[in-house]
């Protein structure tokens, strides 16, 4: 870990007056449960530490006039025991509960949760978003098999967000501040697949923290189903979070995401779509999953992966409708 | 017994050039390089202030087992090292130290965290229960302890103080847990030899022995 | 000389019963030291530099920025300009500085110029390791060919099993001071603290004398820590040169994972035949592993079933760029074991016969068929195998399919050369003390009993000393061989001394020495129990004088003395449940039923059994070490991508202990190895039962689970 200066500053405004204007001057801490291990490994080295933890404007999670307001430090264990959350939101908590570690729950923050960096093992190894090495791309030609299998490149890692499929489902806004003020972004357009090795997985400068998460409330039904290989802590290998809005028995409208499977949660927009009218079924939720992977484009070592995402799309939305397979 | 014999040179290393402008900070302490800890105030500066600390070593206090601890720490020196090292308080283990196995577990305002992933500097004010804080009293041992040593639930050892902090920490919020909880709740520690089938009969006989009234 | 043969099985006292652990308390409690927990006063932090190069050659190297770095005490080039790297991780140098965290600073600034040449790191497919591969030549018995087209059923299948990597939790390293008067005070994380003494004395120059071995406790060796190392050695270097400091070496997790231990590969194209009602004629194999550089590995198969009449043999030992593999739990056994139990299970598939009919029918083809035909009689039925198993792939129309399968082992495990001291002082204090260790399986505890159980005392009357070069030499925990080392080594000294104790206390009982005994804390005259002496009381009468015998296991001797023998026989039966939906494995049951001679601690002994098949389970569905093709680097040298099972993934586990008085009568024989062989094939048999179709390789992770289900090449 190279040093650096450290700050807890005890209100939003001190806070963003500590951030600089390129990503090397400041790095925002949370939970630590990311930042750390990127530091150790000199995959970041912030010329200065920011905590949040201490900051109130980050904290807690009230029902607003727009929905369930959660403040971007809070915990995932908070969430995973707050009654608003679990009264509506399952596909949260569900993913909450994937997270299977007390440790982590007890550390992690929702927003650190997506702002996290991805795991993919080139990137970690210092090559870069789009890792290259001596002229050839390490994840096309190397070892792909917890890498992407949607979304139009060139960046192949997955986004490792338990969190962010599920408020991309229910149509939640994160809120960004700057020392300029604040702005709202859809937590779909939040989740950047970058270009280049300079940019960022997310729509944040780094002069700007993410403050709170708004999700509005309403009767959908909606649920996540992870693939993890282990019940003890362990990265997914596919997730999908879905969020139906039911009309009579049939679905009137849907979001269904994945997670896991691309640079950022893959909005599987036609497969939604196509079920609009249709009563969820073993069929059509199989069907559904199948439509979500359509233009699925398997690396070199990863096509179980596309079975595994149209499966969780599946089993997801069984359980979002309460249906039995 | 610290190991660093001469706390002095624990400020020699200059932090790094930094773009920002350091006016309007409080503490020049951090940025000025060797500055003896002895001249650095006692009070945890971070603590207060919106304040710059660091690079280097600053003077920190952290309440650790019940006990205000000084300790001198850069920013970057996480709370595992330093308990480990400075602080010479080294049942927590340092093992994966990327948050991944649990072996660094301690307790932080009374919920179980890997210290692997915590800088030391963002502990202060913090009451922070290592194993040794609770495993034994008055020569007698905690009812985990005595649950794990009963169901043989430790072979080499060294995953064994991480396990009984996530133990002790899981039957905080679990008072009466059935064999499935205690399979869902222990999924943030990892065993090499395989001591888990020890663990999970030694974490329901520590239940028991809890509400009997023998808890420490 | 005393007799020092065991006492009847249902005369011990203290043997054979269920002690907790003696350290459990200390460890559980989180006061034990390891040696990775020292602090010593004035002490320097090592860290190394290592190439992140698979293969290159050392151009230049350039310490001076590193030298000058604040609170460096010493930079060491470890491979200098012109040395060949032969694996990524290669130690280069080696900086030692007054902080950890200086220590990191400064190895950063160490250049080193590298002329990368190229690498190859990766066996699994047999094509592309043909240059690397270094045949041993064919081996034939009998005649392959007539065989061939004789049998009635052939099986074919190509099988693998990968490079793991031991990842003790305690990394490897040291703590170590070589002072100004040629002393070295070592405190390494080993395996074996009276031979790496003699280790580091040949690396250092120095005399054996001069050298001081002491560790209570170690986080874990499963046969990776034997050797001082290239650390052990540099480390001390590093302490001599700054004027005898002490210094601590211990590796970072991911030099671990690369360095500190690796399993060797296992890869074969198997052909079996057989007769319709299951006699098996015939094996070919034509099988290949890498354990690094110097090639290695080279599992003994066809495994347990080793006389299968018609044989044909080729094995290659391939040289990647990695590390160099050291011993495992059991070396070459499980890769023998999985490469022969599932091409066994697929024969029977292909018979349409219950695998666990096969193998008790070719049972005469083992060394011990009683053995195994009892063997998986009770596994069978501790697993409900006649209820459960189902013929392959008959597993129901669900997307959850349950399968079982069956994998058979053995082990040698006989008692390694071992010392012990046992010194009774006039107040009546017992101690034992042997320069052996206790890995976690138990080892002092078992030591106490047998002293507890030799001199008519309780187990808290005894302190054991371990991990100290001042005590008697004792072997090497590896093999399986400690267990009945230090217990005969220890039974003949406490017999030893307590003969001492019968001269000293024979007059006052007015009895010749020869007709005293010991029980139940009292010395007394064998036909007149009425005449004794608590023990204290008889202590005491030493006056100023202690007691101090030796006593030694001699391996050559052992079994004839009856204290301890070796070779085992071990089944273990696998239950899962397989979703092939998403080709996630869980872990239902695993069933071991592990022959054993004589059993100090049934406690203990199980708990080496949960291990050895937790282990498995790790093997099975989890660990492979991952290299990258391009980079030449491990992928995966972590502990989250290197994945160990956690609490919930290993379902229940069932251990059935054979203690039986037949049993007892062979001695002791060691038991970490033997239960850790036969379960990755078990796990691999049952998921090929229950889906219908074999996972080549393992570990059966859903990649390789969903790659087979849909028969795309993993």
């Known amino acids: 870990m190279q040093p650096f200066e450290y700050a807890s500053p005890k209100t939003l405004k001190e806070a963003l007056a500590l951030l600089g204007t390129g990503w090397g001057d400041a790095a925002v801490l949370a939970g630590g449960t990311d930042l750390l291990s990127l530091m150790k490994d000199n995959v970041m080295a912030p010329k200065r530490v920011v905590n949040v933890k201490e900051i109130p404007e980050l904290k807690g999670i009230t029902k607003t006039g727009a929905g369930v307001r959660i403040g971007a430090a809070v915990t995932v264990d908070e969430l995973a025991n707050n009654a608003l959350i679990r009264a509506s939101f399952p596909a949260l908590l569900e993913a909450a509960q994937g997270i299977s570690s007390m440790q982590m729950r007890n550390m992690g923050t929702v927003g650190g949760d997506l702002c996290q960096r991805p795991r993919c093992w080139y990137f970690r190894a210092g090559f870069g978003l789009l890792p290259t090495h001596e002229g050839k791309n390490l994840v096309a030609e190397g070892d792909s098999r917890y890498h992407a299998i949607l979304g139009a490149g060139p960046a192949h890692f997955v986004s490792a967000s338990s969190f962010g499929p599920a408020l991309i489902a229910l149509g939640a806004k994160v809120k960004i501040a700057s020392a300029k003020g604040t702005r709202e972004v859809e937590a779909a357009k939040f989740f950047v697949a970058p270009q280049n090795n300079e940019t960022r997985e997310v729509a944040l400068q780094p002069n700007e923290i993410l403050t709170e998460i708004v999700v509005p409330v309403s009767a959908a039904k909606n649920a996540t189903y992870e693939i993890r290989q282990k019940d003890a802590l362990d990265w997914p290998l596919a997730t999908a979070s879905v969020s139906l809005t039911m009309k009579g028995t049939a679905v009137g409208s849907a979001r269904i995401v994945l997670g896991h499977v691309g640079p950022t949660p893959f909005d599987a927009d036609g497969a939604a779509k196509w079920l609009a009218g249709k009563s969820i079924t073993v069929e059509t939720a199989e069907a559904a999953g199948k439509a979500a992977v359509e233009s699925a484009k398997p690396l070199k070592d990863n096509a179980y992966k596309v079975q595994m995402a149209a499966v969780a799309v599946k089993r997801a939305l069984l359980a979002a409708a309460g249906v039995k397979a | 017994m610290s190991q660093f014999q001469d706390p002095g040179e624990r400020d020699k290393v200059k932090g790094k050039g930094s773009g920002f402008s350091r006016r309007g900070f409080m503490q020049g302490v951090g940025v000025t390089g060797a500055v003896a800890p002895a001249l650095i105030g006692t009070d945890a500066q971070a603590q207060t202030a919106p304040g710059v600390v660091g690079p280097a070593g600053v003077a920190i206090i952290l309440n650790i087992n019940g006990k205000a601890t000084k300790a001198t720490v850069e920013p970057r020196e996480t709370l595992l090292d330093v308990l480990r090292g400075q602080l010479d308080i080294t049942g927590a283990k340092r093992v994966c130290d990327r948050g991944s196995c649990g072996a660094c577990s301690v307790l932080v305002n009374g919920k179980v965290m890997y210290a692997c992933s915590i800088l030391a500097i963002d502990a202060q004010g913090k009451q922070i229960t290592t194993i040794e804080g609770f495993s034994m009293t008055g020569g007698k041992p905690h009812p985990v302890v005595t649950a794990f040593v009963a169901n043989d639930a430790q072979q080499c050892g060294y995953c064994t103080p991480g396990f009984v902090v996530a133990s002790k920490a899981f039957l905080d919020t679990h008072p009466n847990p059935t064999y499935e909880q205690v399979k869902d709740g222990l999924g943030g520690n990892l065993c090499r030899c395989g001591t888990y089938v020890g663990i999970r009969k030694a974490v329901l006989e520590a239940a028991k022995m809890m509400k009997g009234g023998s808890n420490a | ?165 031991h990842c003790c939790l305690e990394t490897h390293g040291n703590v170590t001071q070589w002072t100004p008067d040629n002393k070295v005070e070592f405190n390494p994380s080993t395996q074996s603290v009276t031979s790496i003494r003699g280790d580091l004395a040949r690396l250092l120059s120095v005399p054996a004398a001069n050298i001081h071995v002491h560790q209570d406790h170690v986080g874990g060796g499963f046969g990776s820590k034997f050797q001082p190392d290239r650390w052990g050695l540099e480390s001390s270097q590093i302490s001599k040169q700054a004027g005898g400091r002490p210094v601590k070496m211990f590796l970072d997790r991911a030099s671990e994972l690369i360095l500190g231990g690796i399993r060797p590969s296992g890869f074969a194209n198997i052909k079996m035949g057989a007769k319709k009602d299951g006699t098996i004629t015939l094996w070919e194999s034509e099988s290949w592993a890498t354990g690094g550089i110097g090639g290695g590995g080279s ?416």
């Open chain 3, 1 to 165: 000389m005393p007799e020092y043969r065991w006492p009847d099985m249902s005369k011990r006292k203290v043997m054979g019963q269920r002690f907790s652990r003696l350290d459990g308390v200390e460890k559980s409690s989180g006061r034990a030291k390891y040696n990775s927990d020292l602090n010593k006063p004035g002490m320097l932090h090592a860290v190394l530099v290592t190439s992140p190069h698979a293969h290159a050659k050392v151009r230049s190297i350039d310490t001076s920025a590193a030298e000058k770095h604040p609170g460096v005490a010493a930079v060491r080039v470890i491979a200098p300009a012109g040395t060949e790297i032969q694996w990524a991780g290669w130690e280069v140098a080696m900086v030692a500085a007054n902080t950890e965290l200086a220590a990191r600073d400064a190895a950063a600034k160490v250049k080193v110029e590298y002329e990368a040449l190229e690498h190859f790191v990766r066996e699994a497919d047999l094509k592309k390791v043909k240059t690397r591969a270094k045949p041993a030549g064919e081996q034939v018995e009998g005649d392959p060919e007539m065989a061939a087209k004789q049998a009635d059923v052939i099986s074919e299948g190509y099988y693998g099993i990968p490079v793991l990597t």
């Open chain 3, 299 to 714: 599992p003994p198969i066809p495994y347990v079933f080793t006389k299968i009449p018609n044989r044909r043999q080729s094995h290659s030992a391939v040289s990647t760029n990695t590390a160099p593999s050291r011993a495992w739990r059991a070396p070459n056994h499980q890769q023998a074991c999985y490469l022969t139990c599932a091409p066994l299970e697929d024969l029977a598939a292909k018979l349409k016969m219950d695998p666990v009919q096969l193998l008790i029918k070719n049972a005469g083809l083992t060394a011990r068929p009683d053995t195994y035909v009892r063997q998986l009689k009770k596994a069978a039925e501790l697993s409900e195998w006649s209820k459960l198993w189902h013929p392959r792939g008959d597993a129901g129309k669900g997307s959850i399919r349950r399968g079982l399968g069956v994998g058979a082992g053995t082990w040698g495990g006989a008692g390694h050369d071992s010392t012990a001291r046992v010194t009774i002082h006039p107040d009546g204090t017992v101690e034992v003390e042997l320069g052996s260790q206790d890995l976690g399986t138990g080892t002092r505890t078992i030591i106490a009993q047998v002293a507890a159980e030799s001199l008519g005392l309780r187990v808290q009357d005894v302190r054991v000393k371990l991990g100290d070069t001042n005590y008697p030499p004792s072997g090497t925990s590896g093999g399986s061989t400690t267990v009945g080392g230090v217990s005969s080594s220890t039974r003949k000294a406490s017999l030893n001394a307590l003969e001492k104790l019968y001269g000293e206390v024979a007059e006052a009982l007015g009895a010749p020495a020869d007709q005293l005994t010991v029980s139940e804390g009292k010395v007394l005259v064998k036909d007149n129990p009425a005449k004794s002496l608590p023990w204290k009381a008889a202590c005491q009468k030493l006056g100023v004088k202690t007691i101090s015998e030796t006593g030694s296991n001699v391996p050559a001797q052992a079994a004839r003395e009856g204290l301890n023998t070796g070779g085992v026989g071990g089944v273990q039966i696998a239950d899962v449940s397989v979703d092939i939906e998403t080709g996630v494995v869980k872990m239902n049951r695993l069933v071991a039923v592990q022959d054993m001679g004589l059993v100090i601690n049934p406690k203990t002994a199980e708990s080496q059994i949960f291990g050895a098949c937790i282990m498995s389970i790790c093997g099975a569905l989890m660990e492979e070490r991952i290299t990258d093709e391009i980079t030449g680097r491990v992928l995966n040298a972590d502990m989250e991508f290197y994945k160990l099972a956690g609490i919930k993934d290993i379902g229940e586990i069932v251990v059935h202990l054979d203690i039986t008085e037949e049993n007892d009568k062979r001695g002791v024989i060691g038991l970490g190895e033997p239960p850790a062989v036969p379960g990755i094939a078990a796990i691999s048999n049952a998921v090929a039962n229950a889906i219908g179709l074999r996972v080549p390789t393992v570990p059966m992770t859903p990649m390789h689970v969903l790659n087979a289900l849909a028969g795309r090449k993993s």
